[in-house]
């Protein structure tokens, strides 16, 4: 009854751009904070970014300055613009959201299915 679905990944070459989307969809009540994440092949699962509901964000060291979070709670989506990309940014991001849905009366963590992210030298 509720998924995220992300979307934006893909190919660009070093010092490119991408944004990615995810949106929640389904019998959501509400949405605290909603993140992103990264796994790069046989490592794993790393914060990228994070945003409450009301705006504020926390980034990994790797990212700051080039990365940004956004949401549009109108639209229960977050995003990432990422800007400067380089090779070691090649991985699967994951959208994460802390939700509660309309048929159950506590937040629980909701993982998108990752998109691929692939940046060439």
């Known amino acids: 009854q509720v998924q995220l679905v992300e979307s934006g990944g893909g190919l660009v070459q070093a010092g490119g751009s991408l944004r990615l989307s995810c949106a929640a969809s389904?019998?959501?009540?509400?949405?605290?904070?909603m993140g992103w994440y990264h796994q790069a092949p046989g490592k794993q699962r790393e914060l990228v970014a994070t945003?409450?509901?009301?705006?504020?964000?926390n980034y990994a060291d790797s990212v700051k300055g080039r990365f940004t979070i956004s949401r549009d709670n109108a639209k229960n989506t977050v995003y990432l613009q990422m800007d400067s990309l380089t090779p070691e940014d090649t991985a699967v991001y994951y959208c994460?959201?802390?939700?509660?849905?309309?048929?159950?009366?506590?937040?629980?963590?909701?993982w998108g299915q990752g998109t691929q992210v692939t940046v060439s030298s």
């Open positions: 994460r959201a802390d939700l509660r849905s309309t048929t159950w009366p506590t937040f629980y963590r909701y």
């Open positions: 389904g019998r959501i009540f509400s949405i605290n904070d």
């Open positions: 945003i409450t509901s009301g705006g504020s964000t």
